[in-house]
C-alpha cells in the first residue's frame, strides 16, 4: 500500500488561500435580510470559516471553540454551533425556551442598544435601505382577558416586543416595549394593506387556529420568530415603516384594540356606507334617478370595497369583455405587464428551486444519518472485537469515532444550509403580496378604463340630448353624469398613476433585494459547504494518521517478535 | 468449453479498460487491493512456491438465457509442482465454484476463502458493473486460495489453473456426472440424516450435547465468530446505505443547481453568473463525488461484504468439526453398545460360538470406526486451530487495511470538496465584485419600468 507512505498531497499544502479569500470577503456584508436575529441564525462568521486550518481543534470537541476577541457579540457560527451540537433543536420545551431567553437577556444586558442596532443594520446590504427601527420579539406569556363574547374570559399569548429606533437622523437612539398579541399583528397586515395599495409588502406568518389552542412550545417559537421577521422587514420597508399605523402598533400601550388612533385609522379603512344606501342608490342609478358616476372619494377603493354596485357591474362587464387589454397601453404600462409576466415565472422557477432546496437538505441530512449508522455499526465491531485484539479494536473505533464526528459535522452543515436556503422559501413567500400590489394597480387600470369608456358614451348620449332640446331633463341628468365622471376619472388616473409609480419602484427595488439575498444565499451555501469539507478533511486526515500510526507499531512489534524467534531458535541451535 | 476468443463482444474493450485501470497503480485504486497486505504480497514474491493468479478479461459468451461470462487466468509461478512458470486458461464461473467445492471437500478444517454469491436475476442482466465486479471478487478469492499455506499446494487449485482444455472438459464432465450420481441416491444421506437426528435426540434427552467435548477455548472462538457474522453483515448493510445516500444527494445537488439555473435566467445582473457557477460547479462536485462513490462501493463495501462471506466459510469448517464430533460420538455409543451386547453374550451361557464371533468381530469393526472417526476429528481439530489463527490475523490486518484506506479516502474525498467549493466561493465572489463595480444597485430583475 504505497498510498499510505505519505499523506494526501491536500493535507500539507493550505487548502484555502485563507488570506487571500479574507481580502476578498467583506465582513458580513452579504448576510441575509430576513435571518431572524436569534442566537442560532448569525451567518456563518467568515473569519471562523476561512481559518480553518489555522487552528487545528476539530470544530466538534469542546475544546475547539474560538471566539474571536474581535466579535464579543457574535458567535462565531459554525465553532459554537459545533459546541451545541449534541443539544436538541432548540425550544423543543419550555425549559430551553426559558434557558433562551435568559441567554437573549444576558446578551441585552452586555449590548447597548446602540451597538444592536449597529449589528443589525451591518447585516444588510450596505447599499440597500436602512432600517427605521430594530424589532425584538421575546417568549410570549399567557393572558386572560375578556372575550369577544360578553361574559367569556378567554386567554391568549401575548409577545413582548421591543422596538429600538435605528434611524440616526431622526434623533437619539430609543427603545419602547410593549404587548401584542398575534390578533392585532393579523389586523396590522390587513390595516396596512388597505392604506398601502401598490407596495410590495412582507408576508405576516400565518394563522393556524389549531396550533394556537394547543401552543405548543415549538409553534410558539416558530410564530415568535416569524413574528420578529415580518416586523424587521417592515422595518426595512421605506414607505411602510414610516406609517403610522406600523407606529401605533410598536409603540402604544396598552391594548390596542381600544386605542383612539388605532380604531380611527380602521375607520379610515372602512368608508363604504351600508348595504340598504347602497342598494337603494343601485335602484335609483338603475331608473335613471341617480348619476351612474361613482363618488370620486371613492375611487380610491376597490369597486367591491366601495359597495358600489353600479360600478362593481359596470368594471366586471367591462373586465369579462377585455377592456383593459384591448385598450391600448402607454410604455409604462407595457413594462409593468412584462413585470407581472416576470414576477409569475420567477415564482415558478422559486418553487421548483425551493422544493429542490428541501430535497437537497432532506437528502444531506440523510447522508449524515448514514455516516452516523455506519459508525454506530462499525462501534458494535469494535467492541466485539474488544477480547480479541486491541489494536484492531482501536481502529475500529477511530473509524467510528471519526464517522460520527462526520456525521455531526455533515448535520451541522445541513442545519446551516437549511437556514440559508430559507431566503429562497421567503422569497416565495412574499410574491403572492407582490402579485396582490400589482393585482392593485390592474384593479385601478380598470376602473380607469371603464370609467373613460362610460364618459365617451354618455358625453355621446349628452350630445344627441341636447341638439333635441338642451334643456330637457334629461340633458341636465346626463351633464351632471358626465361632469361626475369627469371628477371620478380624474381622481382614478391619479390613483392609478401612484399605483404604477409604486409598482415600479417596488418592482426594482424587489428585484434588487432577490438579487441581494440569492447572491449572498449562493456564496453563504458555498462557504458552509467549504468549511463543512474542509473540517471533514482535517478530521479524516487525523484519523488516518492516527491509524497509520497504529499500523506501524503494529508492524514494529511483529518484526521485533520474529527477531526475537529467530534468536531463539539460533540459541537453540547452538546449544543442541 | 468456449474457451477460444472468436468473436470478442463489442464491450470487451471497455471491460478491458476498467480492469488495466484497477490493476494499474492510479491513485484513486492504490488503496483497492488491501487483500494483497505488504508483508505479504513481498514474502510470496521471494518464496520459491509463490503463485501468483490475475483474473482478467471478461468476455460474454452466448446469447440470451444461456450466455455466461468467461474469465482469462494468467498464472505466474514458481511452484515446483507447475509445469510451466507461465500459463493462461479460460474458466467460467461454474468453474470456480467446482474448485470451491473440491477444496472444501478434501481439505476439510480449512477455511475456503468465500466466492462471489451466484446471482440468477444480476447473471440475466449481464451488467458492466455486475460482470466488472464479479471479476474483481474472483480475483480477491484466487489470491487468497493462492496465497493460502495449505490450498496453494492442492491439486485442485492446479488442474484449475494449469489444465488445458481436453483435461478440463473431461474434469468437468465427470464432476457433472458425480453431482447428479450423488443426487440420486438418496438413501444413503438418509440415513445418515436419521442418526444424527437420533443423535441429537439423544443428546436432547440426556440434557448434554457435544459441546461438553468441545475444548473451551474454542467455544468461545466459535461464538465469537458466530456473532461476529452480525456485526459484520451490519456494517455491510450500513457501508451500501451510505453509499446509495451519498448518490442520492448528488442527484439532488445536481438538480438544486439546474433549479438554481432556471431562476437566474430571470436576472441579468450578477444573480445569473452566480448562479450559473453554482449550477456548473455543483454540477462538477455532484459528478467527481458519484465517481468517488463508486470507487467506494469497490474498495470498501465489497471487501466488506467479502469478510462477511468469509465468515460464512469459517461457519461450513466449524460446522464440519461440530460433524466430525458427532460422528465420533455416535462411533463411540455404537462401540459402546455393542461391547454390552458382546459382554452379554459371553455370560449367557450355552450359546452358539459363532454368535460370539460375530459380536467380537462387530466391537473390532466398531472399534476401527472410532478409530477412523478420531482421526479425522483430530485432524480438523489440529489444521483449525492454525487456521483459525490465521484468519483471525489476516481479518485484523485486512480490516486494519480497509479502515486505512477507507479514513484515507474520506480524507481525500473531503480536501476535493473543500477545493471545489472554495473555488466555487472564488467564482461566485469574483462575479459578484466584478458586477457591484459595474452596477451596483443599477436596474433590478426587471427593466425600470418607469
Redesign the interface.
Known amino acids: 500500500m504505497n498510498a499510505e507512505g505519505s499523506l494526501p498531497a491536500a493535507a500539507h499544502c493550505p487548502l484555502i488561500q485563507a488570506a487571500a479569500f479574507s481580502d476578498a470577503l467583506p465582513m458580513q456584508e452579504g448576510s441575509l435580510e430576513n435571518m431572524p436575529l436569534d442566537e442560532l441564525s448569525y451567518p456563518v462568521d467568515a473569519d471562523a470559516v476561512l481559518h480553518p486550518s489555522n487552528d487545528h481543534q476539530l470544530p466538534v470537541s469542546s475544546q475547539g471553540v474560538d471566539t474571536p476577541e474581535s466579535h464579543p457579540h457574535q458567535y462565531s457560527g459554525f465553532t459554537q454551533q459545533g459546541m451545541d451540537a449534541t443539544r436538541p433543536a432548540p425550544s423543543q420545551d419550555p425549559q430551553l425556551l426559558q434557558h433562551r431567553q435568559q441567554q437573549q437577556q444576558q446578551q441585552q444586558q452586555h449590548q447597548h442598544p446602540q451597538a444592536q442596532v449597529q449589528q443589525h443594520q451591518h447585516q444588510h446590504q450596505k447599499g440597500g435601505p436602512m432600517a427605521e427601527f430594530v424589532c425584538s420579539v421575546d417568549s410570549p406569556s399567557k393572558v386572560s382577558g375578556a372575550s369577544s363574547i360578553p361574559g367569556v374570559e378567554e386567554s391568549y399569548w401575548v409577545f413582548p416586543i421591543t422596538t429600538t429606533s435605528a434611524n440616526q437622523q431622526s434623533g437619539p437612539v430609543t427603545q419602547v416595549q410593549t404587548w401584542r398579541r398575534f390578533r392585532d399583528c393579523v389586523s396590522l397586515s390587513e390595516l396596512l394593506m388597505a392604506l398601502l395599495p401598490g407596495y410590495f409588502l412582507p408576508m405576516r406568518p400565518h394563522r393556524n387556529a389549531v396550533a394556537t389552542r394547543r401552543g405548543s412550545a415549538r409553534f410558539l417559537e416558530d410564530r415568535r420568530a416569524g413574528l420578529e421577521r415580518y416586523l424587521n422587514r417592515l422595518a426595512f420597508h421605506p414607505v411602510a415603516s414610516k406609517c403610522e399605523a406600523l407606529h401605533i402598533f410598536l409603540t402604544s400601550q396598552g391594548d390596542l384594540r381600544s386605542n383612539p388612533a388605532w380604531i380611527k385609522l380602521q375607520a379610515s379603512r372602512y368608508p363604504r356606507r351600508g348595504l340598504l344606501d347602497s342598494t337603494a342608490r343601485f335602484f335609483k342609478q338603475l331608473m335613471g334617478r341617480e348619476v351612474t358616476a361613482p363618488f370620486p372619494s371613492d375611487i380610491t377603493q376597490s369597486a367591491r370595497a366601495s359597495g358600489d354596485v353600479f360600478r362593481l357591474m359596470r368594471e366586471q362587464m367591462a373586465h369579462l369583455q377585455g377592456l383593459h387589454k384591448s385598450t391600448p397601453a402607454s410604455p409604462s404600462e407595457l413594462a409593468l405587464r412584462d413585470a407581472g409576466a416576470q414576477l409569475e415565472s420567477v415564482r415558478v422557477a422559486l418553487v421548483a428551486l425551493s422544493s429542490r432546496a428541501d430535497v437537497l437538505v432532506e437528502r444531506s441530512g440523510g447522508k449524515a444519518d448514514a455516516k452516523a449508522a455506519l459508525g454506530r455499526a462499525l462501534q458494535g465491531c469494535a467492541s466485539h472485537d474488544d477480547a480479541f485484539s486491541k489494536s484492531l479494536q482501536f481502529v475500529e473505533a477511530s473509524t467510528a469515532g471519526g464517522l460520527l464526528r462526520a456525521s455531526q459535522l455533515l448535520s451541522l452543515a445541513t442545519d446551516l444550509t437549511a437556514k440559508h436556503l430559507t431566503a429562497v422559501h421567503d422569497h416565495l413567500a412574499s410574491l403572492p403580496a407582490a402579485q396582490g400590489a400589482m393585482a392593485c394597480r390592474e384593479r385601478a387600470l380598470l376602473t380607469v378604463v371603464t370609467l373613460e369608456v362610460a364618459l365617451a358614451r354618455r358625453a355621446g348620449a349628452l350630445d344627441a340630448a341636447r341638439s333635441q332640446d338642451p334643456t330637457s331633463q334629461r340633458a341636465r341628468m346626463l351633464q351632471a353624469d358626465v361632469e361626475g365622471h369627469e371628477t371620478a376619472l380624474d381622481v382614478g388616473r391619479q390613483e392609478y398613476d401612484k399605483l404604477a409609480e409604486r409598482n415600479a419602484s417596488e418592482m426594482v427595488s424587489w428585484g434588487r433585494q432577490l438579487r441581494a439575498d440569492f447572491m449572498a444565499m449562493a456564496k453563504e451555501f458555498a462557504m458552509v459547504q467549504m468549511s463543512s469539507a474542509e473540517k471533514e478533511h482535517v478530521l479524516w486526515a487525523e484519523t488516518h494518521a492516527a491509524l497509520l500510526q497504529e499500523h506501524q507499531q503494529q508492524q514494529r512489534q511483529h518484526q521485533q517478535q520474529q527477531q526475537h524467534m529467530q534468536q531463539e531458535q539460533a540459541g537453540w541451535l547452538r546449544s543442541s | 468449453m468456449a474457451g477460444e476468443q472468436s468473436a470478442p463482444p463489442p464491450y470487451e474493450s471497455v471491460l478491458q479498460d476498467t480492469a488495466g485501470f484497477f490493476t494499474s497503480?492510479a491513485?484513486v485504486a492504490?488503496?483497492s487491493q488491501?487483500y494483497h497486505?505488504?508483508?505479504q504480497g513481498s514474502v510470496h514474491n521471494n518464496d520459491p512456491g509463490s503463485i501468483h493468479v490475475q483474473v482478467l478479461d471478461p468476455v460474454k459468451q452466448g446469447e440470451g438465457v444461456s450466455a455466461f461470462v468467461t474469465f482469462k487466468i494468467r498464472t505466474t509461478t514458481s511452484h515446483p509442482a507447475y509445469t510451466q512458470p507461465v500459463s493462461e486458461v479460460v474458466r467460467r464461473f461454474s468453474h470456480f465454484s467446482w474448485l470451491h467445492q473440491k477444496l472444501t471437500e478434501k481439505n476439510k478444517g480449512c477455511i475456503v476463502p468465500a466466492l462471489p454469491e451466484k446471482s440468477a436475476v444480476q447473471k440475466f442482466q449481464m451488467s458492466l458493473d455486475f460482470i466488472e465486479q464479479r471479476r474483481r471478487a474472483l480475483q480477491v478469492f484466487l489470491s487468497k486460495v493462492a496465497s493460502h499455506p495449505v490450498l496453494k499446494d492442492s491439486k485442485e487449485l492446479q488442474l484449475f489453473l494449469e489444465s488445458n482444455d481436453q483435461d478440463w472438459t473431461l474434469e468437468m464432465a465427470r464432476w457433472q456426472a458425480e453431482s447428479s450420481a450423488s443426487k440420486a441416491p438418496a438413501v444413503n444421506g438418509a440415513l445418515q440424516w436419521f442418526k444424527s437426528l437420533h443423535h441429537s435426540a439423544q443428546s436432547m434427552v440426556s440434557g448434554r450435547s457435544d459441546d461438553g467435548a468441545e475444548d473451551a477455548d474454542y467455544i468461545k472462538v466459535r461464538d465469537?465468530i458466530n456473532?461476529?457474522e452480525t456485526?459484520?453483515v451490519?456494517?455491510h448493510?450500513?457501508?451500501a446505505?451510505?453509499i446509495?445516500?451519498?448518490t442520492?444527494?448528488n442527484?439532488?445537488?445536481e438538480?438544486?443547481g439546474?433549479?438554481?439555473e432556471?431562476?437566474g435566467?430571470?436576472?441579468d445582473?450578477?444573480?445569473r453568473g452566480?448562479?450559473d457557477?453554482?449550477c456548473g460547479?455543483s454540477g462538477q462536485i455532484a459528478t467527481s463525488s458519484r465517481q468517488r462513490a463508486h470507487t467506494l462501493a469497490c474498495t470498501f463495501e465489497a471487501p466488506l461484504k467479502e469478510m462477511a462471506r468469509t465468515i460464512k466459510c469459517v461457519q461450513t469448517t466449524m460446522a464440519d468439526r461440530a460433524t466430525a464430533l458427532s460422528q465420533l460420538t455416535q462411533a463411540k455409543g455404537d462401540l459402546d453398545g455393542r461391547k454390552v451386547k458382546l459382554a452379554k453374550l459371553r455370560g449367557t451361557p450355552g450359546l452358539k460360538e459363532d454368535k460370539i464371533t460375530e459380536a467380537e468381530r462387530e466391537v473390532e469393526d466398531g472399534e476401527t470406526r472410532v478409530r477412523a472417526a478420531k482421526l479425522s476429528y483430530d485432524s480438523i481439530v489440529a489444521r483449525m486451530t492454525e487456521e483459525l489463527n490465521r484468519f483471525?490475523k489476516e481479518r485484523?490486518s485486512d480490516?486494519?487495511?480497509l479502515?486505512?484506506?477507507?479514513?484515507?479516502a474520506?480524507?481525500?474525498a473531503?480536501?476535493?470538496?473543500?477545493?471545489a467549493?472554495?473555488a466555487?466561493?472564488?467564482d461566485?465572489?469574483q462575479r459578484?465584485?466584478a458586477a457591484g463595480g459595474v452596477n451596483?444597485?443599477g436596474?433590478?430583475?426587471?427593466?425600470?419600468?418607469?
Open positions: 497503480a491513485p492504490s488503496p488491501p497486505a505488504p508483508e465469537y456473532n461476529l456485526h459484520l451490519e456494517a448493510r450500513q457501508a446505505r451510505l446509495k445516500k451519498e442520492e444527494l442527484g439532488a445537488l438538480e438544486f439546474h433549479a438554481a432556471q431562476l435566467k430571470f436576472d445582473g450578477p444573480m452566480s448562479f457557477v453554482l460547479r483471525q485484523a480490516m486494519s487495511a479502515l486505512r484506506d477507507f479514513a484515507l474520506q480524507a481525500q473531503a480536501a476535493e470538496n473543500a477545493r467549493w472554495s466555487m466561493l472564488a461566485i465572489q459578484q465584485q451596483g444597485g436596474p433590478g430583475t426587471v427593466p425600470s419600468a418607469v
